[in-house]
């Protein structure tokens, strides 16, 4: 890859700055090398990206180095076109030649270490890989031991094995330095200074030459491997031009017979008839068959590229075209030898690598492309912690809009300061914030960001200045996204933009977090969410199930209230839209959830008699739950509902609940003189003692009123509530009075009156209590129960009287 970016790649030391460790990628796949690569990033680099050392390396774009590279691509020349020449002609090489194929052979072993100590570009990452052993791998895993066999002097090798003719073969392995002639042309068709059409025709003319000069080597030796004696069954040995004839062809003068070599190759090669030339023996017609065959691929190859240049449109010629075009743009405008370098190598990057091939998709349908785009970058969309928690559908159409961008090492895609309207995701690389300070040439790491970081999040969403500058550490695969197409998708998917307003609010300082909040999209959130409550809610109110359904699938929060804080429970509730009330139990709405009155579902449900809808919020988990219960009961006795009346009370409402005149509902019902209302709560537990602000009662409300019906009903309730008062009094007081006994030591039958002395205890819960605690205040260690006056074992506490005479049976010490 270094041959190819050439000089023209960068100045100097200008890629210093990038980062210059990687491991050898070739043939592999994508995600599997930039693993493997960070690796070594990691193992050999420091902050930035620089190398720890370039001791004893080469940089490939040195002058010295690409004089090397000129005079070694020479030596290749010349052992390209030798080496056929070598094999066939000569059988051991004379002193001057030999002395000169040593030359060669030298400078190609000094081209071999020299290659140990030459860093390259990664063709993957593009930085410059300066670390000694992935050189090393790198060369040895390449081309290495074909360089090495090459350098070996085979002529000698061949002398001293005895002239054996299978050591011979091995000068073959020499053609593998046509490889760098064929770099040196590549090379050449992209330097725009030079004709293309010149360039490409010279290399044309050059294959076609060195395949026919080949080919008359190899015919030539096919008929040097006859014996003399059989020199006229060849085809050179059979050979008569007029009054000269080729008998005892090896006593001919090399040049001619490379000449009539060469002729009867290319002869063969144009197929126009050989006349007196032609195949003799059997060897010879199996080669003719094959060069001819290999001929017509050759010769469709020559036309092909003929044809090419003249009608244009070849991949290199779109690439120098565009350059050209791109250089004349920049030169007129002036933009500066760095921008020049940077556009060049990202056009240089996208012909090399074919990264950014999104054009090919441009002549499909807009259905197949989206869908290829969610193939492609769905999953990396979802892995983006910006998106966390965002729907399917959401993450679809970001996956549809969003645009693959190639960022080379040391570029930055985000400046500090500047308000950016793209919106980026790292898919493969690394990238790292960089912190830049008044001097140019300082500049410091922050952190690095790693795959799936999004960039630019803050000013896009924020319209304020970016705080940080990020920059490619290595070759790095973005996603980017327009500004306004990210808010068109926000517009649509408005309840993801709340899920991305508080993913972008995790982690950030106070003063981002007002940033963002004070931001242009939290009211423009705001706003598409408030539409799409209006339109739930009318929904709800229309009982239209369908297009609820839909504005709920939309994104429509169904919690959101109206200006009154009514919700679409509270609308279906009231008007006993059972259908929506079980679609929005299920999508788990807020169950009990009260408008500005202060009034749930539940009660929109019982107060408009819907039954049903009631039943199903209260196995929902509904409850009835009133802020003025005294006022709701005292309205529904005034108007006289009483089956509102019954549901309310049934729901749990209490009916000693007071208005703010501290009146009961039961005061209202004995005033208007309402007796099936007075007995309904009545029977709900109403008390006739409860008074309100004046002192009253409801019997004094009756009384007033002279509803002696009334009156009698309210006087029998308030004999039955004294009655039951005065039961629970007495239980209370039962439970809480407390009983003393005394108690002796001994037998009834055996204590005297005047002799014994006993103690003076409360009665405990339980029988064991009082016998442990006669026991220890008797100093009694064998008493184990308790004897009535009368001789007779107590087993329970509740059988004790007040101030009666108990026994603890046992012996004392």
């Known amino acids: 890859m270094s041959e190819i970016y050439s000089s023209?790649?960068?100045?100097?030391?200008?890629?210093?700055?990038?980062?210059?460790?990687?491991?050898?990628?070739?043939?592999?796949?994508?995600?599997?090398?930039?693993?493997?690569?960070?690796?070594?990033?990691?193992?050999?680099?420091?902050?930035?990206?620089?190398?720890?050392?370039?001791?004893?390396?080469?940089?490939?774009?040195?002058?010295?180095?690409?004089?090397?590279?000129?005079?070694?691509?020479?030596?290749?020349?010349?052992?390209?076109?030798?080496?056929?020449?070598?094999?066939?002609?000569?059988?051991?090489?004379?002193?001057?030649?030999?002395?000169?194929?040593?030359?060669?052979?030298?400078?190609?072993?000094?081209?071999?270490?020299?290659?140990?100590?030459?860093?390259?570009?990664?063709?993957?990452?593009?930085?410059?890989?300066?670390?000694?052993?992935?050189?090393?791998?790198?060369?040895?895993?390449?081309?290495?031991?074909?360089?090495?066999?090459?350098?070996?002097?085979?002529?000698?090798?061949?002398?001293?094995c005895g002239k054996k003719e299978a050591v011979r073969y091995m000068l073959w392995i020499r053609l593998s330095r046509v490889f760098r002639v064929a770099e040196f042309f590549e090379k050449l068709e992209k330097n725009i200074r030079i004709n293309y059409l010149f360039t490409r025709i010279v290399k044309l003319f050059v294959v076609e030459l060195y395949c026919t000069h080949t080919a008359a080597c190899i015919f030539y030796y096919l008929a040097t491997t006859l014996p003399s004696s059989k020199e006229g069954y060849t085809w050179i040995g059979s050979l008569q031009l007029g009054d000269y004839s080729y008998t005892n062809f090896r006593e001919i003068d090399l040049w001619t017979r490379y000449v009539t070599s060469l002729y009867f190759a290319i002869v063969t090669m144009a197929t126009v008839g050989y006349g007196d030339i032609h195949a003799v023996n059997v060897r010879e017609m199996i080669f003719v068959m094959i060069y001819v065959s290999f001929d017509m691929i050759l010769g469709a190859y020559l036309l092909g590229n003929m044809t090419a240049l003249i009608v244009k449109g070849s991949k290199t010629e779109r690439f120098r075209d565009k350059m050209a075009e791109l250089i004349k743009y920049m030169n007129t405008k002036k933009l500066g030898q760095n921008i020049s370098k940077e556009v060049e190598r990202h056009v240089r990057l996208q012909y090399e690598r074919n990264y950014t091939n999104a054009s090919v998709l441009e002549d499909l349908p807009l259905a197949t492309r989206a869908k290829i785009s969610r193939k492609l970058y769905q999953q990396h969309i979802k892995e983006i912690p910006l998106f966390k928690g965002c729907s399917d559908g959401f993450v679809k159409q970001i996956a549809i809009r969003v645009h693959e961008e190639f960022f080379l090492p040391g570029e930055v895609i985000i400046e500090d300061g500047k308000t950016v309207d793209q919106l980026y995701f790292l898919c493969d690389g690394k990238l790292e914030e960089v912190k830049k300070y008044e001097d140019p040439e300082t500049q410091g790491s922050l952190s690095t960001l790693d795959t799936h970081s999004s960039v630019g999040e803050i000013s896009v969403l924020c319209n304020i200045p970016e705080c940080r500058t990020v920059q490619a550490t290595e070759l790095s695969r973005l996603l980017r996204i327009d500004k306004q197409a990210f808010i068109d998708i926000l517009e649509i998917h408005f309840r993801d933009g709340r899920t991305v307003i508080n993913n972008l609010l995790e982690g950030k300082e106070s003063t981002f977090?007002?940033?963002?909040?004070?931001?242009?999209?939290?009211?423009?959130?705001?706003?598409?969410?408030?539409?799409?409550?209006?339109?739930?809610?009318?929904?709800?109110?229309?009982?239209?199930?369908?297009?609820?359904?839909?504005?709920?699938?939309?994104?429509?929060?169904?919690?959101?209230?109206?200006?009154?804080?009514?919700?679409?429970?509270?609308?279906?509730?009231?008007?006993?839209?059972?259908?929506?009330?079980?679609?929005?139990?299920?999508?788990?709405?807020?169950?009990?959830?009260?408008?500005?009155?202060?009034?749930?579902?539940?009660?929109?449900?019982?107060?408009?008699?819907?039954?049903?809808?009631?039943?199903?919020?209260?196995?929902?988990?509904?409850?009835?739950?009133?802020?003025?219960?005294?006022?709701?009961?005292?309205?529904?006795?005034?108007?006289?509902?009483?089956?509102?009346?019954?549901?309310?009370?049934?729901?749990?409402?209490?009916?000693?609940?007071?208005?703010?005149?501290?009146?009961?509902?039961?005061?209202?019902?004995?005033?208007?003189?309402?007796?099936?209302?007075?007995?309904?709560?009545?029977?709900?537990?109403?008390?006739?003692?409860?008074?309100?602000?004046?002192?009253?009662?409801?019997?004094?409300?009756?009384?007033?009123?002279?509803?002696?019906?009334?009156?009698?009903?309210?006087?029998?309730?308030?004999?039955?509530?004294?009655?039951?008062?005065?039961?629970?009094?007495?239980?209370?007081?039962?439970?809480?009075?407390?009983?003393?006994?005394?108690?002796?030591?001994?037998?009834?039958?055996?204590?005297?009156?005047?002799?014994?002395?006993?103690?003076?205890?409360?009665?405990?819960?339980?029988?064991?209590?009082?016998?442990?605690?006669?026991?220890?205040?008797?100093?009694?260690?064998?008493?184990?129960?308790?004897?009535?006056?009368?001789?007779?074992?107590?087993?329970?506490?509740?059988?004790?009287?007040?101030?009666?005479?108990?026994?603890?049976?046992?012996?004392?010490?």
Not at 107 to 116: E, G, K, R, S
Not at 133 to 142: D, E, F
Not at 690 to 705: M, Q, V
Request: hydrophobic share 40%; aromatic share 12%; net charge negative.
């Open 8 to 160: 023209r790649g960068r100045s100097k030391r200008d890629d210093e700055s990038e980062d210059e460790d990687t491991q050898e990628t070739s043939r592999l796949s994508w995600n599997y090398w930039f693993k493997v690569l960070r690796n070594y990033s990691r193992q050999d680099y420091g902050t930035g990206g620089r190398s720890h050392s370039r001791a004893y390396i080469i940089d490939p774009d040195n002058w010295w180095y690409l004089a090397w590279t000129q005079f070694i691509l020479i030596w290749a020349v010349y052992s390209s076109f030798f080496t056929p020449l070598e094999f066939a002609f000569f059988r051991g090489l004379p002193d001057k030649f030999f002395l000169l194929d040593i030359a060669g052979q030298f400078a190609f072993l000094i081209d071999i270490v020299v290659q140990f100590f030459v860093d390259y570009r990664d063709p993957h990452f593009f930085r410059l890989v300066s670390n000694h052993n992935l050189i090393a791998i790198r060369y040895l895993k390449s081309r290495f031991l074909v360089d090495l066999l090459g350098c070996l002097p085979w002529d000698a090798i061949y002398k001293v």
């Open 513 to 813: 977090r007002s940033d963002i909040m004070e931001s242009d999209v939290i009211p423009h959130i705001e706003k598409n969410e408030s539409e799409y409550a209006m339109r739930l809610n009318c929904a709800a109110h229309n009982g239209d199930l369908h297009r609820l359904r839909h504005f709920v699938e939309a994104g429509a929060d169904p919690n959101k209230a109206d200006y009154n804080g009514r919700t679409a429970l509270h609308l279906a509730a009231s008007n006993g839209y059972e259908d929506i009330v079980q679609f929005l139990i299920q999508g788990k709405v807020e169950i009990n959830i009260r408008d500005n009155f202060g009034k749930t579902p539940l009660y929109e449900a019982i107060k408009n008699s819907h039954d049903r809808v009631a039943s199903l919020l209260v196995n929902a988990g509904a409850s009835l739950s009133i802020d003025n219960a005294g006022n709701c009961l005292c309205e529904a006795v005034a108007s006289r509902d009483l089956d509102f009346l019954k549901r309310l009370l049934a729901n749990g409402i209490n009916p000693n609940s007071k208005n703010y005149d501290l009146r009961t509902p039961l005061h209202l019902a004995a005033s208007e003189g309402l007796y099936p209302e007075s007995i309904l709560l009545l029977e709900s537990g109403a008390s006739v003692f409860a008074t309100d602000r004046w002192g009253k009662t409801p019997l004094d409300e009756a009384r007033i009123g002279g509803n002696k019906g009334l009156i009698m009903l309210l006087e029998d309730a308030r004999i039955s509530q004294l009655s039951e008062f005065s039961v629970c009094l007495e239980r209370i007081e039962g439970k809480t009075q407390k009983k003393k006994c005394t108690v002796f030591p001994g037998k009834p039958w055996d204590c005297r009156d005047d002799r014994s002395i006993g103690v003076v205890l409360w009665v405990p819960q339980t029988i064991e209590e009082l016998i442990e605690t006669a026991k220890e205040q008797l100093n009694f260690t064998s008493g184990s129960f308790i004897l009535s006056g009368n001789g007779g074992k107590i087993p329970d506490t509740s059988m004790i009287s007040d101030t009666e005479k108990l026994f603890l049976a046992g012996e004392a010490q």
